[in-house]
């Protein structure tokens, strides 16, 4: 297909086949998927040196992803009039295969003599969510007629227990799995275009017919395969009208065109990284995903990557919002929100996931109208702005009434956890042994963030108010949003009356019984320098003293989310236990001193907000260079190598990379929104 500028960039960012084990921390997954045309559940892969053909598919359940089929689809070629040891001689070779709105692969049948004088290839594409289609073609580049007989295999994956249905056209596979101590069904119907392609078992495979064809002098020859998916003993999806032709084909790859061209134009020193943004638009279009609500209504949102942490997030999507809004995803962001807004208890209680048309309740970071009201800035939605507000409002004043310290500060409730194995709420704070004290005698202690006033926590808590007010200001309600300002202001007071440690002229945590600062310099510390409450001369010092400093947060990758001058500081590089299953990561520090790009979004913003705005253009730079030399977009970063660690596509950092590109920092924390009269227009 030709005439499609970006898809044209795009095509060798990603190498669409198997990884190497230590590249995707499992050595039975890798983490490239097709796109989810249309928010499929289900995924292919493609690896090298094998037969044409889709290989892995993997079906996405419970933030987990298992294999349906060890190979989905494969065809192998004889070449009539070969001798046996000609034909044996003659081998299949599959080109490397690349990311894009669609897989296309080419492949070659080479021998040194005879060498046939064809050329095959093999498109895959979701023509419907859950919905693929695969198309093979096959060129002769000869003057002579090539005849030639084809047949098609098909290897499902055994799980617990599996079963086939022989149909006249095709067959159903299906396949138990368990998850998490779920029990759950993947199952697929595949229909074949080839009426003489007739299946049968053989043994763990399924193998077609030989159907014999006849490659005319510089002709072609097509032959089509379809193969829907569903789980349990839900329907499988209709089959679209139109299901042979390539009109869905066509589509995928204009809706892509259209995304990628709704970027908007990057400043001159960031052209370079264009190929890089416009991957990030591509891995966040491939986190789509077609889920059904509360209400068993489809409604399409984006899940945080393709495993592991496959659901729809709570404070991920908030940070994520205005990278969908840089690239104007409105569907997949408005879903979320939609979503997430609805799980809001009617006490103000948050949901930190979405999975399974089930909410789980917990607490993260208060961070979810700040991502709304940013994205209501790009794009402005007047039915999601009156929507998203009364449960907004709900669960920021559940936070303040609920969990509020006698020092005007909110702290996370009790049981709660966050930020994983993040040391800085353990109950043996501050944790650099002390003067004669054996550094092995030192008790950490465990993790108690209800005992600690957070800047961080309390700093987004502030944007919150403040974006809650703009919010509310563009709803007309003037009366409430003097009320958030107010609420707003008592907080931004408290947070520089306590949070701010006379020694060190820093944000850090602070335990509410003792008094006593933790002494751990994190990411944390420069959240309220972003937010836009911090003196300047505290401002400015922070961001000279530490976070420009090689000696604290200004390493390799920068910056690192705890200070690498703390005993504690681990970049993060590596894993402590081997991996179990797909999507299983079992990572040393994963809080304790890796980068983490969306975090780097704020503390540009510090940057810029105290004046240092050459130091953030240039760490921008600087970041995005570090991200462009690694394959994919992952989750976070070594931040002494700039090593790609954790899940391979990432949403908050595919966003962030938008964010990084198009500058977004420089924008005001708090955004100013179009009154309800005219958004949407």
């Known amino acids: 297909m030709t005439g499609y500028p970006f898809a044209a960039k795009t095509r060798n960012l990603v190498r669409f086949c198997r990884h190497l084990p230590h590249e995707t921390m499992d050595a039975e997954f890798a983490g490239d998927y097709s796109f989810r045309d249309g928010g499929s559940r289900f995924g292919f892969l493609k690896s090298v040196r094998t037969a044409p053909g889709p290989d892995e598919c993997f079906g996405l359940y419970a933030r987990d992803d298992r294999t349906v089929f060890r190979k989905l689809l494969g065809m192998e070629v004889e070449y009539v009039g070969l001798t046996a040891a000609q034909q044996a001689a003659v081998s299949p070779y599959n080109s490397m295969n690349y990311y894009r709105s669609h897989v296309e692969e080419f492949f070659f049948d080479n ?92 043994g763990a495979r399924l193998v077609s017919a030989w159907v014999e064809r006849t490659l005319p002098p510089h002709g072609t020859l097509a032959c089509r395969f379809a193969v829907r998916f569903a789980f349990n003993d839900e329907p499988f999806p209709a089959w679209p009208r139109g299901l042979w032709g390539e009109a869905g084909l066509r589509r995928a790859v204009v809706a892509h065109e259209e995304a990628c061209a709704a970027l908007p134009a990057l400043a001159p020193p960031m052209r370079r990284f264009e190929p890089l943004a ?26 945080v990557s393709k495993s592991g942490t496959a659901a729809t997030w709570f404070w991920d999507t908030g940070i994520a919002l205005p990278g969908l809004g840089i690239m104007r995803e409105r569907e997949a962001a408005a879903g979320a929100v939609r979503i997430l807004c609805d799980g809001i208890r009617p006490d103000g209680t948050p949901p930190v996931t979405y999975e399974r048309q089930t909410y789980t309740y917990s607490y993260q970071i208060p961070l979810l109208a700040w991502g709304v009201g940013q994205f209501l800035q790009l794009c402005p939605d007047a039915r999601l702005l009156r929507q998203a507000y009364p449960p907004l409002s709900r669960y920021v ?32 704070s501050p944790l650099t042994p002390s003067n004669g004290q054996a550094w092995h005698a030192k008790d950490w202690g465990r993790a108690r963030p209800d005992l600690f006033e957070s800047p961080d926590t309390n700093a987004f808590l502030y944007l919150e108010l403040r974006t809650l007010a703009a919010l509310a200001r563009a709803l007309g309600r003037d009366a409430e949003a003097r009320d958030w300002d107010r609420r707003a ?32 310099l994190n990411l944390a510390t420069f959240i309220p320098v972003y937010a836009g409450i911090a003196p300047r001369a505290a401002a400015v010092h922070m961001c000279r003293r530490y976070l420009l400093n090689p000696e604290h947060f200004l390493t390799a990758m920068p910056f690192p989310v705890v200070d690498r001058a703390h005993p504690t500081f681990r970049s993060g590089g590596f894993l402590h236990a081997p991996p179990g299953f797909p999507g299983s990561l079992v990572q040393h520090a994963y809080w304790r001193g890796r980068t983490w790009i969306h975090g780097d979004y704020w503390l540009l913003g510090a940057l810029w907000r105290c004046g240092l705005r050459k130091e953030a253009d240039e760490m921008a730079a600087r970041i995005l260079a570090a991200v462009d030399r690694g394959e994919g977009i992952n ?31 420089r924008r005001p924390p708090v955004a100013r929104l179009a009154g309800s009269e005219t958004a949407g227009h």
């Not at 416009?278 to 899940?303: E, F, N, Q, W």
């Not at 409730?413 to 800085?424: E, W």
């Not at 931004?492 to 945590?509: E, F, S």
């Not at 989750?635 to 977004?664: I, K, Q």
């Open 489 to 520: 202001r008592r907080l931004a007071a408290a947070i520089n009356r306590w949070l701010l440690d006379p020694v060190t002229h820093a944000y850090q945590d602070r335990h509410v019984e003792t008094g006593a600062f933790t002494g751990l």
């Open 278 to 303: 416009l991957k990030a638009v591509g891995t966040l279009r491939s986190l789509r995903y077609l889920d059904y609500d509360g209400r068993r209504r489809r409604r399409m949102t984006i899940h």
């Open 635 to 665: 989750e976070c970063y070594d931040s002494l190598t700039g090593y790609g660690n954790g899940h391979p596509e990432f949403m908050w950092s595919s966003a962030a990379v938008l964010m990084l590109a198009v500058r977004h920092y």
């Open 397 to 428: 004043r559940h936070w303040l009434e609920r969990y509020s310290t006698a020092r005007g500060l909110v702290i996370y409730p009790p049981g709660c956890t966050s930020l994983d194995d993040a040391l800085r709420w353990h109950t043996g």
């Open 111 to 202: 021998g040194l003599q005879p060498m046939p004088p064809t050329e095959g290839q093999c498109r895959m594409w979701f023509a419907a969510a859950d919905v693929l289609r695969i198309a093979y073609r096959l060129v002769n580049k000869s003057d002579v007629p090539v005849p030639l007989r084809l047949r098609w295999f098909s290897e499902g994956e055994p799980g617990e227990g599996s079963t086939v249905d022989v149909r006249e056209n095709g067959f159903v596979f299906a396949n138990t799995q368990t998850v998490v101590r779920r029990t759950y069904r993947s199952r697929a119907e595949l229909l074949s275009g080839e009426a003489d392609a007739a299946f049968a078992a053989d």
